[in-house]
């Protein structure tokens, strides 16, 4: 029966998978929890959406003398942003790689997938950490509160990310991500990317647009 | 070759994975509460969902009672306006969170799988960790009136009224963190029934063969899917202002108290077809069964419920009317708005096609679709007249107000889910409810349905405002306020002769003849199985060859077009199978999990040191989730042997949530040779 189902996975060119894939047929070609993350991720969309909404509404409610966008260290935030989106490579070739079936290289990259995303958790608290210090706290105006919600909640889902990299990391030493389960580590990269994507989308609109 | 291939990928985990350690060791109770409270089963799933809204409902309707008897008469003062205030707020989260979406997922749980032919949900731990989370989440709301008392802001919860300034109670608070926890609960349930449309439909099972409910339950999933979100945003920055101190609706610094009408209106829009599509979805399972032809215009439906979907998104400024938006947003919504009546129509004139030279029998499930058809176009047609701006503004937070969206979703979402109980409850119980007392229950409800919420159409146009505590004599309110909640009680007791119902025909069951399998001579795959059905569904998993294809299983058609009987329904139902079929093992961690949430909530609100208990107990629940396989390891015997061959085998999945559980499908649809 599972020739069957194997059968069925190769006549179907959606699939696209490398062989000794998970032999599960699913009506679309893509397996559920593939899918789920898609939809999770189409779910987050909107949670972002609402959030940046909400920012871009209050920034330009501002009361005078309030403290504004011009605390912003752009070049650390870009040097943050910059390595943010290194991760997202370091993620492609740790997915290259467990789908080769290189445990080590995989690992490796993960490793660095994750200590990119830690570097940039990092950058970020600092920058909290020195607003604070400026003056513009959680609750300072409806400008702190918007920017420090949407910022944070981002944050909150890159260190998300992180303890789900961490974790993969801990299979593959323990010999549970084999070539077949390739596909988990290229769930935990669709996750990583669209985090990555909101990053840049949140750059721009907060820290760029005057 | 795949079979090797999958054993040595079986092994390691079976042998690996310890034995989780005393309390938690895996549970195997097949009856019982036990079986209960760990099962993965998506059927005992969606029965828990109906008990569960039924209880809320309950809860609502009693909340309901009181409002009316404040409001029998003028000048009265039965109970204080602040817990009037309290009552009418949660009456209506009641019953729109805890009891109409539940009894639908109820059914979306208990139909999907059967009528699209497939064992299970894609997730069955994840199906039972949103109904844990739901009940924790329900539970968790209603305990606000024992601690300090409900939420009093409305079911909108409009800010400023919903700050701490203008509601320094807790009952705020636990609205927030209450709807957070339930809305969770809705967005597993949503992504998992939709991944469970999209890929676990049985060979030839195409999209556009799905029964119209499997269909409108999987819009309204993906409604939920981007709508939760929103109110989630909504929630937490409201709970920000109240505990932690931030401004995001405090005027004073700047902000917009039109951000969180917005924000919840995205998200309180859609919320309105997700009600109210799953009901559409009964409707058109029920009257082609008991008008013995299809449905009229099957594709339109499944378009119109698509597009109902779409323009949901499109129109909830029109709730906003009143706010000051700006001429031309007020303009834009009132045509966007106008407009989304246009597939509600298609779908009322293909209800009535399908009735049109049926052989119709007027059943109680049949009575209470055509009922909700009906009610429902008097609430739509009242929904048309607030879409034009000027009379909206007129009838906005009025009575009218309130007897129009009584008329949308108790006319139509609620008496249509009554359908669905009395038509569905042989298939789920294996025995009919009274017909007899079936058809009281049922004119009992459509009359003090009537009679409570006609009058109020009368009430808000004589400018009766909604959410009024008391009025005086002598204004004209007081003889249509007096029927009104006459209305409700007879209401009320129609709907306790439902659970009078259950009860006399739970008590008569054995001394019934057997419902057998097709009780009503239905249409769906869901009728080919045993009532109730087997834990596995389906043996083997059916190939679908048209839309219907039970019912032209049963059915040829003559040269004029006549339904004639070509195979008897004994022949074609699936005989009670005593093959093994590998399933899902039933899990605590769903309910670990669950535990935690409502404790963290309780934390947020009291004592922030309360989280790190509700925060140890999801940790642990999702780490023992990872950590446990979702297939028992099989205990071999003769009869499981050729389970062992099948491809889905005992868990190997690792990270959090990764289930494969009846992921078999098309492995045991028993179309090609087994293996071996």
């Known amino acids: 029966m599972a020739e069957t189902a194997t059968a069925t996975v190769s006549s179907q060119a959606a699939l696209g998978h490398e062989a000794g894939h998970d032999p599960h047929a699913t009506r679309t070609g893509i397996s559920n929890t593939k899918l789920a993350m898609w939809l999770f991720l189409a779910s987050d969309c909107l949670l972002f959406g609402a959030l940046i909404s909400t920012f871009l509404i209050y920034e330009g409610r501002l009361p005078a003398g309030e403290i504004g966008k011009e605390i912003f260290d752009i070049p650390f935030t870009s040097v943050s942003s910059f390595v943010l989106l290194m991760s997202s490579l370091t993620m492609v070739l740790a997915v290259a790689a467990a789908h080769r079936g290189d445990a080590r290289n995989t690992r490796l990259w993960l490793a660095a997938t994750a200590t990119l995303g830690s570097v940039f958790i990092g950058g970020q608290i600092y920058e909290f950490t020195v607003f604070y210090r400026e003056g513009l706290g959680f609750t300072t105006s409806i400008f702190s509160s918007a920017f420090y919600t949407l910022t944070g909640f981002h944050g909150a889902h890159v260190t998300g990310g992180i303890v789900m990299l961490v974790s993969l990391i801990v299979l593959s030493l323990r010999g549970k991500l084999p070539m077949e389960k390739a596909e988990t580590v290229e769930i935990v990269g669709l996750y990583w990317h669209f985090v990555d994507v909101v990053w840049i989308v949140i750059f721009a609109v907060v820290y760029l647009v005057p | 070759m795949a079979v090797t291939e999958r054993t040595t990928l079986e092994l390691p985990a079976a042998i690996a994975e310890p034995e989780p350690l005393g309390v938690f060791a895996r549970p195997r109770a097949k009856r019982g509460w036990r079986a209960w409270v760990t099962t993965v089963d998506h059927k005992k799933i969606g029965i828990m969902y109906g008990a569960a809204s039924l209880f809320f409902f309950l809860i609502g309707g009693i909340e309901a009672l009181i409002i009316r008897s404040q409001l029998a008469v003028p000048n009265n003062d039965l109970i204080s306006a602040d817990a009037y205030n309290q009552l009418f707020t949660m009456h209506a989260v009641t019953m729109v969170f805890l009891f109409v979406m539940p009894l639908a997922a109820a059914f979306a749980n208990y139909l999907i799988p059967l009528q699209i032919g497939a064992r299970d949900v894609a997730f069955p731990r994840l199906n039972a960790l949103s109904f844990w989370i739901f009940l924790a989440g329900g539970i968790f709301l209603n305990t606000s009136w024992f601690l300090g008392g409900g939420a009093d802001c409305g079911w909108f919860c409009y800010v400023p009224n919903s700050t701490v300034t203008f509601s320094p109670s807790h009952g705020v608070d636990f609205f927030a963190i209450g709807l957070l926890i339930t809305g969770t609960a809705s967005l597993v349930s949503a992504i998992n029934l939709a991944v469970t449309v999209l890929n676990m439909r049985a060979p030839g099972m195409t999209l556009m063969r799905m029964p119209v409910f499997t269909w409108m339950a999987f819009i309204t999933q993906m409604l939920l899917v981007f709508a939760m979100p929103v109110i989630t945003v909504a929630l937490i920055l409201l709970f920000f202002d109240r505990r932690f101190g931030t401004n995001f609706f405090d005027v004073s610094e700047g902000a917009d108290p039109l951000l969180w009408q917005h924000l919840f209106w995205i998200f309180g829009h859609p919320e309105v077809y997700i009600i109210i599509l799953p009901a559409f979805g009964v409707i058109s399972e029920i009257i082609p ?42 303009a834009a919504f009132s045509v966007s708005t106008m407009f989304i009546a246009v597939p509600t129509g298609i779908k009322i004139f293909n209800w009535l096609a399908t009735l049109w030279g049926g052989r119709i029998r007027f059943t109680v499930p049949m009575m209470y679709a055509v009922a909700a058809v009906a009610m429902f176009t008097i609430g739509g047609l009242s929904g048309v007249s607030h879409s034009i701006a000027p009379a909206d503004t007129q009838q906005t937070d009025t009575y009218y107000i309130v007897a129009h969206f009584h008329y949308v979703i108790f006319g139509g979402a609620v008496l249509s889910l009554f359908g669905a109980l009395y038509f569905w409850w042989p298939k789920a119980f294996g025995y009919r409810l009274s017909e007899k007392l079936g058809k009281w229950n049922f004119w009992l409800t459509l009359i003090g349905f009537n009679l409570t919420f006609g009058p109020m159409h009368v009430l808000g146009l004589q400018g009766m405002s909604r959410r009024t505590w008391t009025y005086d004599r002598g204004i004209g309110f007081d003889g249509w306020n007096l029927v009104a909640t006459v209305g409700a009680f007879v209401l009320a007791l129609g709907v306790l002769l439902f659970l009078v119902n259950v009860a006399v025909s ?61 195979a008897a329904t004994d022949d074609v139902v699936q005989p009670g199978g005593d093959r093994h079929v590998h399933l899902p093992a039933p899990s605590y961690w769903p309910l670990v999990i669950a535990l935690g949430m409502p404790i963290i909530g309780y934390g947020l609100i009291f004592n922030l040191w309360l989280v790190v208990p509700g925060l140890l107990l999801v940790v642990a629940g999702m780490y023992g989730w990872s950590i446990e396989p979702p297939d028992e390891p099989e205990h071999t015997g003769p009869a499981h042997q050729e389970a062992a061959d099948q491809p889905d085998g005992p868990g190997d999945s690792g990270g959090a949530g990764d289930e494969s559980g009846a992921a078999e499908v098309s492995s045991a649809s028993g179309e090609e040779a087994p293996v071996g």
Do not use: C
Request: hydrophobic fraction near 40%; charged fraction near 20%; charge should be positive.
């Open chain 2, 289 to 330: 069964t008991f008008s013995r032809k299809p449905l009229f215009g099957y594709n339109f439906m499944v378009f119109a419920g698509a597009a109902i979907g779409f323009m949901g998104w499109g129109v909830w400024a029109h709730h906003m009317f009143a706010s000051g938006m700006g001429p031309l947003s007020v």
């Open chain 2, 506 to 566: 739970t008590a008569r069951r054995k001394s019934q003849p057997p419902v057998g399998h097709d009780p009503w001579d239905a249409r769906s795959l869901e009728w080919m199985v045993a009532s109730p059905p087997p834990e596995y569904n389906f043996d083997p998993i059916p190939h679908v060859r048209a839309r219907d294809d039970f019912w032209y299983r049963k059915y040829g058609e003559d040269e004029f077009g006549r339904a004639v009987r070509i």
